[in-house]
Structure formats: structure tokens, C-alpha cells
DNA sequence: ATAATAGTAACTTTATTAGTTACATTTGAC
DNA sequence: GTCAAATGTAACTAATAAAGTTACTATTAT
């Protein structure tokens, strides 16, 4: 999945698991809520896993949960975890031009910062944020009252 | 063009201008430098074009050039003319689902400020930042001199 | 006039991503 | 113990996106 797609389902993910509230969900019905297929969920579950973030139990009625309390979980613990990647990519170098063979080493301190810079405004939202707003929009929207 | 490639090219291109210092080049010359072919920049060029970061000759003997000295070209300005696109991208929604069609929602806010933080350190960054390192590992590096 | 360039659209090829299938492993239910 | 249903992956296929190419018009220096 691609970086960006990737941490807006993770989100998702991790909203959907707090939403139901339910002790396990199996990949399958995360699945539905996305809109995608079993398998795709379960490769980025298995990111988050990694980083604790979720965990897993096999077998006959397994399926996934959340370590930790949604009060602990901010959307750079999710950004960290699924973002693998680094932010700007640089594509193919031209060994034989000056400015194409030293151009990774000179945007390189400027991308890790900018990128860096996100860490403060996505550390302060938590799942737990998302999830009141979510529960403030409901409770007005008929749709699914 | 990969919206996090082409700040990368958009960057290469306008610190080869510089790195020339000749009034015109030609896409061509720049799709040596780049190693691709020149449609491919002249698509990039466009879009740093629009923003008034380069300007273009038409004609036989024709080409580009920037339309700023380089201490006025930061990063920032480069980023915002390449970016259409937002940063982190939600996909397709199921309308089912209460979490799904939210997320955008709650999401967008974030997103947005995550972006934004990336502003400061990126407007700091000029072209004659870059081109000032540039010369300095050029002027160590006996390859190219 | 000619040649070389920008600007752009349309097309083809290539690469990436999404989705699917398959299967070993695990484990609760009976 | 057997079965059913789940995770965890790998391998494969289909769909999508991007890169690259071709082709054309408009422009302009020579």
C-alpha cells in the first residue's frame, strides 16, 4: 500500500477496533468497514503489530486489538509505524552530473527536518481525540442513530 | 510525477540552472543532468513555471532560466509549485460505515497542520543554500574539478 | 525557409499497487 | 481427536499509475 493511503487506513483501522469495542475483530470485518480484502488489512495490521500497537491471537476465533489504551496511541506512533519509506524520494542518480550525484546528500538534512517537524501536531492527537469527535458527530447525524 | 520525486527534480532542476549560470538551457540539456527525457521535465517545468520560479524562451534557442535570484527561491515555494496533491491521501470511502465516511473528517485537520509544520524549516532552505554546499563538496571533490 | 525549441496531447511501455488465491499454522468448539 | 475459522505469508494476477515516447503546433533565431 502506498505511504500515504497507508496511514489513513491505519487510522481507520485503529478507530474501527476502538469503535466496536469489541475484544477481538478478525481481519475480515476490519476489511468490510475499509473496504478492501482481509489480506490487505492484515499486511498493515502486521505493521502496527510490530510497533505494539496492535495485537493478534490465531486461531478459530482470533482476530486483532489494541495494546494499549486509545489515550496512548497518537497519530505519529501510526505515522512511524506504517511509514517505512522516507517522505521525499529521490528517484535515479546521474553519476556524471555534479549536481545529480551530490544532490541526495544535500536535500537530505532538509527533508528529515521537515518531516520531523510533523512529530508535535500528530503526536498531540490521539485515537482517544478522534474517537470523541467521531461520537460528537453521531450523536447529531441521524444516519447511524 | 510522484508528488515526493518531483520535489526532489523540482529541487535538481532549479540548482542546475543555477550550477550552469547560463541565461537559457534547454529541457534537454536539463534531462541529461536528470537522467530522463525532456517531456518529462518540461511537465515539471510547467508546473514550477506557473509559480514564476522559472521563465521560458519559446524559439530555436530557446530554453529555461529562473526567474529569481536563488536566495529567493526556498523550499517551501518549490514544494507548494509541485505539490498538487495533499500529503497524506485518503482512499475511497464506504458510505456503510460510520468510521469510513468520517475519517476524512477528522483526519483533514491534522493532515493539514502536519503539512504546515513542514513550512518554516523548508522556507529557511534556499536554492543558494543548496548551490553554497554544492560548490563547497565540489571544491574537496577532486572528480569534478 | 530552416532548424531548433517550447508546450502539450495522445499513446505505449513499464512499474507499482491492489487484490486474490493458496496454504501452513494455530486454536477454540464439539 | 476432528473440524472450522482464524492468522501469517508467499506467490500470483489484475488493475492502476507513472514514466517514457511520439507527434504535433507555435515560436523564433539564423
Given at each position: 500500500?502506498?505511504?500515504?493511503?497507508?496511514?489513513?487506513?491505519?487510522?481507520?483501522?485503529?478507530?474501527?477496533?476502538?469503535?466496536?469495542?469489541?475484544?477481538?475483530?478478525?481481519?475480515?470485518?476490519?476489511?468490510?468497514?475499509?473496504?478492501?480484502?482481509?489480506?490487505?488489512?492484515?499486511?498493515?495490521?502486521?505493521?502496527?503489530?510490530?510497533?505494539?500497537?496492535?495485537?493478534?491471537?490465531?486461531?478459530?476465533?482470533?482476530?486483532?486489538?489494541?495494546?494499549?489504551?486509545?489515550?496512548?496511541?497518537?497519530?505519529?506512533?501510526?505515522?512511524?509505524?506504517?511509514?517505512?519509506?522516507?517522505?521525499?524520494?529521490?528517484?535515479?542518480?546521474?553519476?556524471?552530473?555534479?549536481?545529480?550525484?551530490?544532490?541526495?546528500?544535500?536535500?537530505?538534512?532538509?527533508?528529515?527536518?521537515?518531516?520531523?517537524?510533523?512529530?508535535?501536531?500528530?503526536?498531540?492527537?490521539?485515537?482517544?481525540?478522534?474517537?470523541?469527535?467521531?461520537?460528537?458527530?453521531?450523536k447529531k447525524s441521524p444516519k447511524f442513530c
Amino acid at each position: 500500500m502506498k505511504a500515504d493511503a497507508k496511514f489513513s487506513t491505519a487510522i481507520h483501522i485503529c478507530l474501527y477496533l476502538q469503535y466496536r469495542g469489541e475484544k477481538l475483530l478478525s481481519s475480515k470485518e476490519i476489511a468490510v468497514s475499509v473496504d478492501t480484502n482481509p489480506v490487505v488489512i492484515r499486511r498493515v495490521l502486521a505493521e502496527l503489530r510490530k510497533k505494539d500497537i496492535v495485537g493478534s491471537v490465531a486461531g478459530s476465533s482470533g482476530g486483532f486489538y489494541l495494546m494499549r489504551p486509545v489515550e496512548k496511541i497518537n497519530l505519529w506512533d501510526i505515522y512511524q509505524a506504517v511509514n517505512d519509506r522516507e517522505l521525499f524520494h529521490r528517484p535515479k542518480v546521474n553519476e556524471e552530473c555534479p549536481v545529480s550525484s551530490n544532490l541526495a546528500q544535500l536535500v537530505k538534512a532538509p527533508f528529515q527536518a521537515a518531516e520531523n517537524a510533523m512529530q508535535p501536531g500528530l503526536k498531540k492527537i490521539t485515537i482517544s481525540d478522534l474517537y470523541g469527535q467521531l461520537k460528537g458527530i453521531l450523536k447529531k447525524s441521524p444516519k447511524f442513530c
